[in-house]
């Protein structure tokens, strides 16, 4: 796949042609400026290439700004093409001219010039002007309508040659984990997912808040292809009072839909807050498989470990009904400790969740189950009768018994058959979800 990446300087709608050649709203987008600070990726909707969003280029010494152009100006320099994006209402700034020569300095790769928010013709400045930046023509395009991309795909599929001709890849048949970073500002996920790629690629400092949209980062770790999914920090609503990071907050949130597994980040030597609670239940009401990571666990005193790994395993197991024993491990981010073990569980997790148990097998352990227990009578005095059983989903796991007479089953009798089904099959990891259906045993011979 030709790698493509989109540079300027801020607020030129770099992330708004990102999110409308890709299909996606992945990027965050608002009028502020420098919204945009890590680099993400994409793959075009229609086309085999990868395509990369940086944050806007500015001048700095030090801090998230210094660091976000830097990782902006290697995405540059690793490109196969640049999509140099400049505001058309503002026409040519001198930042856009050093910009330029930066860009042509640091590739040598094919650099195709838009000049965004061209919608109205009336409204733009002298399009002549960008011929100084020495990319040849101005392309006149409208990243929010969706106009002149015909330009943009000839110039890629040009330098693509056969590659254009290839299928695109079925999004649906992508078989890598999809693992999403979610926890609190500071608690150390950018840190993390360095660990985990053996590089700096996500921005860290010792403040909250830097990390704005969700970045996935396709990777190989431990054996397997996965795509990391580092998150923005969620604070409680009362401490939220920026609109950006609302949206970011929102996003986060949507990649537990997206993701397979959920590592929630928490930081070991602190007391676990309700918020941390609230996400974990977020993601057993999705189905996914969560994992609680307590990082920072090497500055934890060793004569406090055991007792405090204690009192979270009881506080997560007595919140949550989905699951039998929540998966808590440590690790440190830092020094790269438990994070081979994490991931060795995590795909160890996922491989069961992706099997189906044979009908025959439930079916003899919800025998063995109703055996050493009845069902309670139901509200009319009458029995309950289990019939049948079987799984009709995965993630959640997903069990399906057909009852006879009255189908009143109390939650209880329904935590004691889910107690029972995730031990013996090996599920005290994972969500369950338990319904029952009043009809008759499918394989009943007709009478």
Not at 269 to 294: F, P
Request: proline share 4%.
């Amino acid at each position: 796949m030709i790698k493509i990446t989109i540079a300027g300087r801020p607020n030129t709608g770099k992330s708004t042609l990102f999110n409308a050649l890709t299909g996606t709203r992945d990027a965050l987008v608002h009028d502020r400026p420098g919204v945009t600070r890590d680099t993400i990726s994409g793959v075009f909707r229609d086309r085999p290439y990868t395509l990369y969003d940086t944050a806007g280029l500015e001048r700095a010494n030090s801090g998230i700004a210094l660091d976000s152009t830097n990782m902006a100006i290697d995405a540059v320099a690793n490109a196969d093409a640049v999509l140099f994006v400049v505001d058309g209402r503002v026409g040519l700034t001198n930042e856009d001219l050093d910009w330029a020569k930066l860009v042509r300095r640091k590739t040598r790769a094919p650099v195709l010039l838009l000049v965004n928010k061209s919608e109205s013709e009336k409204r733009l400045s002298n399009v002549h002007d960008f011929y100084k930046l020495g990319f040849g023509e101005p392309v006149l395009v409208s990243a929010e309508h969706k106009r002149g991309f015909d330009d943009i795909y000839a110039f890629l599929d040009k330098i693509a040659g056969d590659a254009a001709s290839t299928p695109v890849p079925e999004r649906a048949n992508d078989t890598r984990v999809k693992i999403a970073i979610l926890g609190q500002p500071n608690v150390g996920k950018s840190t993390f997912v360095n660990r985990v790629l053996g590089q700096t690629r996500q921005i860290v400092m010792d403040a909250p808040g830097v990390t704005r949209d969700t970045v996935k980062i396709p990777t190989t770790f431990y054996g397997r292809d996965i795509v990391l999914m580092d998150t923005a920090g969620l604070r409680r609503k009362a401490g939220v009072t920026d609109d950006v990071e609302t949206l970011s907050a929102l996003k986060s949130l949507d990649a537990i839909d997206k993701a397979d597994v959920v590592i929630l980040m928490v930081d070991a030597t602190r007391n676990i807050e309700n918020q941390a609670l609230g996400i974990a239940a977020r993601v057993y009401n999705a189905g996914k498989i969560l994992c609680v990571a307590l990082n920072k666990w090497d500055l934890v005193e060793p004569a406090e470990r055991d007792e405090k790994l204690l009192k979270l395993k009881h506080q997560f197991s007595n919140s949550f009904h989905q699951i039998i024993k929540p998966l808590i491990l440590a690790v440190s981010a830092e020094t790269g400790s438990g994070v081979k073990n994490m991931f060795r569980r995590i795909y160890e997790q996922w491989d069961i969740s992706c099997a189906q148990a044979p009908t025959s097998l439930i079916n003899r352990i919800v025998e063995k189950l109703v055996a050493e227990r009845q069902p309670p009578l139901s509200r009319l005095k009458r029995p309950m009768k289990i019939k049948f059983a079987r799984q009709t989903g995965r993630h959640p796991m997903r069990i399906t018994i057909n009852v006879g007479g009255a189908s009143d089953i109390p939650e209880s009798y329904t935590r004691y058959l889910r107690r029972g089904l995730a031990t013996a099959l090996h599920w005290e990891h994972l969500p369950i979800v338990i319904e029952y259906e009043k009809t008759d045993n499918p394989y009943d011979e007709k009478q």
